[in-house]
């Protein structure tokens, strides 16, 4: 017998009798070798690898990325990992993104609660509050997300499941996070949220690690208009800036300008949602923006485009309809029974804002999450600009987008994708 003959039959041993679908060497009802594709899996895999740093629940978009990037995972296009939450509170953010992976039917990749929770909001805020998703239900008769005890026990039993298997990581995650990477081939780390763990990445990392990919421009850290995931974290993001740079590691960016064209009409939106039967996407959706949208409503309606209502104001200020006055934050009101009503103070909880939206708020992070995943295929959407030898950005001056009808087909596909993955409770990842 040949030494790659010895080494492959060593394999079957080691592996077979612990791989789900294989049969074990004891097993008389089945042959005890493995499928021939099988093994070229285990020996040569060749996915993209990838590491996500998030702050879900800080906007809807991350949920979106998360899911899509479960979905390739799922899929084998990709191999994910492990999924860190970063900026603040990032427990309840693991414990969030936990359910995500579980109506997925994905249990095959750390979840990490970052250790570093240094953000701020742009009104100077921390970056903790987030919407437990597991405790809210739909309430019809109020067309309104209300909390339920029996939700939050049925998510509170999922969360202590992903504890209890090791899945979802609290101690000792700046270690657990070298360990992957070290045992890691050309990761693509994906940041699409402010204030990863900075401390991870260090000079003996470096040839595990083929590219960073953010969500936002290349050292744009003006403290007003600056990108999100930059400025709110200034010291992270020049810490893992300079870390990349001084190691001539490839550094991807994609800024505003591209993800302001990533508005989803609400009547597809409606539909995608609609096709989704085991789990609601417009929760996902609607109080995914919950802490971005009551941490600042200005800012947040400034983002999105006014809905068709039956009243609109000139200017924003008060307004006096049938002797009660509203507050109108950027021109969004929208007709209650006889009453009209400014969008910006209703609740987060409340459907009626939403459902009156045309559009939904841009998906920002699915454009970084496509960016690293297609820009060395064929596929690749942008317009990508060379500013040196390892840094190449886009969206600075404009979306440099190549094809803006086939870019929207993309994402909606994307979302489709997920959807069904979502649907199909009885595929499971192994």
């Known amino acids: 017998m040949s030494n790659n003959t010895q080494t492959i039959s060593n394999l079957i041993n080691i592996l077979a009798p612990n ?16 499928p ?14 990838v590491a996500i740093y998030s702050d879900a629940f800080h906007d809807f978009d991350d949920s979106i990325a998360i899911l899509t990037a479960l979905k390739d995972h799922k899929k084998n296009r990709i191999r994910l990992k492990y999924i860190a939450l970063c900026s603040g509170n990032n427990k309840k953010r693991a414990e969030q993104v936990a359910l995500l992976c579980n109506d997925m039917k994905v249990f095959d990749v750390p979840i990490i609660a970052c250790k570093r929770e240094d953000a701020f909001t742009s009104n100077g805020n921390p970056l903790i509050n987030v919407v437990n998703l597991a405790e809210y239900i739909k309430d019809n008769t109020v067309n309104e997300y209300v909390i339920s005890e029996k939700q939050r026990q049925l998510g509170d039993v999922i969360i202590n499941q992903f504890k209890k298997n090791n899945i979802l990581i609290f101690n000792n995650v700046i270690l657990t996070q070298r360990n992957i990477i070290k045992n890691s081939n050309k990761l693509n780390i994906l940041i699409i949220g402010p204030g990863p ?5 260090t000079n003996d990392l470096v040839y595990n690690i083929e590219a960073i990919t953010w969500q936002g421009l290349y050292n744009d850290i003006d403290i007003k208009r600056g990108s999100f995931n930059m400025k709110s974290d200034i010291n992270a993001y020049i810490k893992m800036k300079l ?3 001084k190691n001539n590691i490839n550094q991807y960016y994609i800024g505003k300008n591209t993800a302001y064209q990533t508005k989803l009409p609400m009547y597809i939106f409606r539909a995608l949602a609609y096709k989704s039967k085991n789990v609601d996407l417009q929760k996902i959706v609607q109080l995914g923006v919950q802490e971005f949208r009551d941490a600042s409503r ?6 999105n485009i006014p809905p068709c209502c039956a009243h609109r104001p000139i200017a924003p200020g008060f307004l006096k309809i049938q002797g009660k006055t509203w507050w ?9 029974n006889k009453g009209v009503k400014c969008i910006g103070s209703m609740k ?3 459907c009626c804002w939403f459902e009156n939206c045309t559009e939904t708020s841009p998906m920002y992070d699915i454009t970084a999450y496509l960016l690293m995943r297609d820009r060395k295929t064929h596929i690749g959407l942008y317009k990508i600009e060379k500013l040196n030898e390892t840094i190449f950005q886009v969206g600075k001056l404009s979306p440099d987008i190549k094809n803006k009808k086939h870019y929207m087909l993309r994402i909606k596909k994307e979302i489709e994708e997920f959807v069904e993955c979502l649907n199909n409770k009885y595929l499971n990842r192994i």
């Open 19 to 34: 791989l789900k679908g294989i049969p074990s060497k004891t097993d008389d009802k089945q042959p005890s070798i493995p």
């Open 298 to 303: 200005v800012l947040f309606n400034s983002l």
């Open 197 to 201: 763990d900075c401390e991870v990445f």
């Open 36 to 49: 021939v594709k099988m093994i070229k899996q285990l020996c040569h895999d060749d996915r993209m690898q």
């Open 348 to 350: 987060s909880t409340n």
């Open 243 to 245: 870390f990349a740079e």
């Open 328 to 336: 109108s934050e950027s021109n969004q009101c929208v007709r209650i």
